[in-house]
């Protein structure tokens, strides 16, 4: 079984994989995030089709987890690389451009447009957007200027997800006035486990639940954070279970609290701050998908 380990080492000349190597350089490998609903050959031989460039794009299977993409021409490596997401199965395929000696982050992330909703209006700014969004990953592309941006129901920003973590759907913020917000989170064309909240295996098949459903370690169904002290300063983020993610439903905005009155005696009198609890709630379930925020003006 150990035959050939002591022989002489064969040394490979570099005019042998010469022209494999600058071959590769022209070309994209794939990731699928689901093997299960995701067979490679599959994959191979649907996504060109989808990219139109069939004749021109040569598929092949690297290892039981990857795929390998060899194009013709740099125009149509780029204008697939600028299309992504790429979708097969309804699960995503991550895409990276070939590194002759790949980074340990290679192929680990997926560029997600994500929708912000429930900022109120007063603080609704690009910088606002982006500290926010930076939250979940690197913020790529602002689909949202103060000045030219009629809609803002909701703020689109693309932001880098490492795909073996567990997506987050609400951030409970404060801002220097005092005010709070719940922030929900949407992700558009997004497919995910509900018992884990990631994006890489159905729920059936999720390792993170025994045999029976139930989470081994956590109930992350239900929100994660326990009732927030107002005295506290870093809050904890909120999850929700829906894996069926739209991008239109719209997610409900808190009554901000009312504006501090003066009692008799000229003294400031503060109305409690609500916790996560109440803001569950009022939600009504910890869904998605629920009705449209609030946005007016106090």
């Known amino acids: ?11 490979i000349p570099h005019s042998a994989y010469a022209r494999g190597l600058a071959r590769n350089r022209l070309s994209l ?3 699928p995030l689901n093997l299960r609903d995701q067979p490679l050959k ?18 092949r299977i690297p290892d039981d987890s990857f795929v390998q993409f060899r194009f013709q021409l740099e125009a149509d490596l780029v204008s697939v690389l600028r299309a992504q997401l ?3 199965n309804e699960w995503f395929v991550a895409l990276q451009r070939w590194e002759d000696f790949p980074r340990e982050d290679f192929l680990t992330f997926i560029d997600l447009w994500v929708q912000l909703r429930g900022i109120p209006l007063p603080y609704v700014s690009e910088r606002t957007v982006s500290f926010i969004a930076n939250t979940l990953g690197d913020v790529v592309e602002l689909g949202f200027n103060e000045d030219t941006t ?9 932001v880098i997800i490492i795909f073996t973590d567990r997506i987050r759907f609400f951030r409970c913020v404060r801002f ?6 719940m922030i929900g989170f949407e992700y558009e064309k997004l497919t995910l486990c509900s018992n884990c909240s990631r994006i890489n295996h159905h729920t059936r098949f999720c390792p993170f639940s025994m045999a029976s459903g139930i989470i081994q ?4 169904n239900t929100f994660l954070a326990p009732p927030v002290n107002p005295a506290d300063e870093d809050d904890e983020h909120v999850l929700s279970e829906s894996s069926d993610i739209s991008s239109y439903s719209p997610i409900s905005q808190p009554p901000r609290p009312p504006s501090p009155m003066n009692n008799e005696e000229g003294t400031v009198v503060m109305h409690p701050i609500r916790n996560l609890a109440d803001i569950k709630e009022s939600m009504g379930s910890n869904s998605v998908k629920v009705s449209q925020p609030k946005t007016g003006l106090k």
């Open 1 to 11: 079984m150990v035959l050939g380990r002591d022989d002489p080492e064969l040394f």
């Open 29 to 31: 490998i794939g990731k």
């Open 42 to 59: 599959g994959v191979i031989q649907e996504l060109p089709r989808l990219w139109g460039v069939s004749s021109r794009v040569h598929g």
């Open 86 to 88: 790429w979708l097969y």
């Open 150 to 158: 009629y809609q803002i129901a909701f703020l689109r920003v693309k």
């Open 176 to 181: 220097q006035s005092g005010e709070k917000a």
């Open 217 to 220: 370690e956590q109930n992350f």
